[in-house]
């Protein structure tokens, strides 16, 4: 007998919608929530479970709309509130639960609260911020460094104090260890819930505690600011700046919150090493519910790689995985793993396996259409994020969805100029003429989804790795539905006998063809 309480995501497959680029509704060049209601009927045709939407509340847009001004308005951009619920009212019609993305680690700069914590030092809203006096020695506060890379520490000239932000100095870190920011989150949170959404992404989930001491990390490799940003984060132990213990409980407060709604918290919990503080962040079912693993969006195309990135997290986080292979953070997973058809069989192939491990997978627009990330010309960068060249930092996975061969690909009007050029799409990346061919990455991802959901036996199910002679072969099983993964260029047998229910290429029988996936029901 299993020990888990049934909850509503258990079998459920996730989408992420980058509202900005998902679809445009009032021929502005920007997507909205308009042009979002238009195209859930896509959403439910392909077999989708929840919609996650990226911040969409009032900002200066310096992070896009992870830099937040007002957690309670819509902005503009993307339409009003009536917009926003007539777009939550169509998806649960549709039998789809809504996700919006919350930002608690930090504000914008034009938040009221910041605004008036810059004006009057002595006002309640200074605590709301983390400040400290400049250090003697003309050194800043400590060694941390922000996730784009570059310092964390920016000085604030009336007051001669720092306040910290681990992303754009623009987006300074709220104080977590303040009780009135818990409080004004509970409001925010019970806003967004009697309007009707299923739950929460939370943006940085791991990071809103900061050490109370605020001390260095260890440094445990080189570090210069011209470092890729990864490549400079990691050269740090991040003992004081994320995963504090105290998260725990503000999680708890949350989850109690959202279990008067029978909500889902889904966290982003980006961190790759300290599993033993994620799995306290979400494997006890009364904090996060589901905390994303990353690993799948930073390995190559390679079958010990897959396997060690599947074996981290589900060997040390017992319960409460997300999985997905992109975002609108990181190039899509097509591009990653070579391009072109060769990348897509292979980001198809991944797709079988995410969606047969324990937890709960999301796909980001467009994968279903196979995409790679667009490729953009030097003058379209609008990241703040990485060097001059927009291929280099996230615009490429951010371009807008082509919905259509028409002008403005279905995204917008004709003539109207995409907020983001669409980045080399041709008719055939198109949902439309996908649509057409049953031979298209949408149908196969389509009839992934049908048939995962007829299995809905795998949530109790453990996850045991299947035996193989073939190194190339990434195999597990859930009680009797196997995934197996041929991540060569080979063919290769499968490594248990049954009866094919999906394949993702050309292979024939228990053959996998090269770069080919299967879910097989074992017999015998
Ligand atoms: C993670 C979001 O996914 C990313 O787009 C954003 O820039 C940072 N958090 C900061 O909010």
Do not use: C
Not at 10 to 16: F, L, Q, R, S
Not at 78 to 91: C, L, M, N, Q
Not at 119 to 145: K, M
């Amino acid at each position: 007998m299993s020990e888990h309480t049934p909850r509503w995501w258990d079998h459920a497959v996730g989408y992420e919608a980058y509202i900005r680029s998902f679809a445009d509704g009032n021929d502005d060049g920007v997507g909205d929530f308009i042009g979002m209601l238009d195209k859930l009927d896509h959403l439910a045709w392909l077999g989708i479970d929840i919609l996650w939407i990226t911040p969409f509340y009032t900002s200066p847009m310096r992070d896009w709309g992870y830099d937040v001004a007002d957690y309670t308005a819509v902005d503009p951009t993307y339409g009003t509130i009536h917009d926003f619920d007539a777009v939550v009212a169509k998806a649960h019609d549709l039998g789809i639960r809504v996700l919006i993305d919350i930002v608690p680690n930090h504000t914008s700069d034009q938040h009221r609260w910041f605004q008036e914590a810059l004006a009057d030092p002595t006002s309640p809203y200074r605590d709301y911020y983390i400040w400290v006096d400049p250090p003697e020695d003309g050194s800043l506060p400590n060694n941390w460094v922000g996730y784009f890379g570059g310092k964390t520490w920016t000085v604030d000239e009336a007051s001669g104090q720092y306040y910290l932000h681990l992303f754009l100095p623009s987006q300074p870190d709220l104080n977590w260890r303040n009780p009135a920011v818990l409080d004004e989150f509970d409001n925010i949170l019970r806003f967004w819930l009697d309007r009707g959404v299923d739950g929460f992404r939370i943006d940085v989930a791991q990071a809103m505690v900061k050490d109370a001491e605020l001390r260095s990390n260890p440094q445990i490799g080189p570090s210069d600011d011209s470092m890729f940003r990864w490549e400079q984060w990691n050269a740090f132990d991040h003992q004081h700046d994320i995963l504090q213990p105290e998260s725990v409980d503000i999680f708890k407060r949350w989850n109690a919150i959202a279990a008067e709604y029978d909500a889902l918290l889904l966290g982003e919990t980006y961190d790759l090493h300290m599993l033993d503080k994620l799995d306290r962040l979400v494997s006890g079912g009364d904090a996060i519910d589901v905390g994303f693993w990353f690993g799948a969006m930073h390995m190559e195309w390679d079958a010990q790689q897959i396997r060690a990135t599947f074996e981290l997290p589900l060997n040390n986080i017992s319960a409460g995985l997300g999985w997905a292979q992109n975002s609108h953070d990181e190039h899509r997973s097509v591009t990653r793993f070579g391009g072109g058809d060769l990348g897509r069989r292979r980001a198809l192939s991944l797709s079988v396996l995410l969606l047969g491990l324990p937890g709960l997978p999301f796909l980001y627009q467009g994968e279903e259409l196979g995409l790679e990330s667009g490729t953009l010309p030097a003058e379209a960068k609008l990241d703040p994020v990485g060097g001059d060249d927009p291929n280099s930092g996230r615009d490429g996975t951010r371009t807008p969805v082509p919905w259509s061969d028409a002008d403005g690909m279905g995204f917008t009007s004709a003539g109207v100029t995409p907020w983001l050029p669409f980045g080399g799409r041709t008719a055939a990346d198109t949902a439309e003429v996908q649509r057409a061919d049953p031979a298209s990455p949408l149908h196969a991802h389509r009839e992934l989804l049908a048939v995962r959901k007829t299995l809905s036996e795998i949530v109790d199910a453990p996850f045991e790795w299947i035996d193989t002679d073939v190194d190339s072969l990434v195999a597990f099983r859930r009680g009797n539905i196997a995934f197996v993964a041929n991540v060569s260029s080979a063919a290769a047998l499968a490594p248990v006998a049954g009866a094919v229910l999906y394949r993702s290429g050309a292979g024939e029988a228990l053959e996998l063809a090269a770069d080919e996936a299967m879910i097989i029901r074992i017999e015998g």
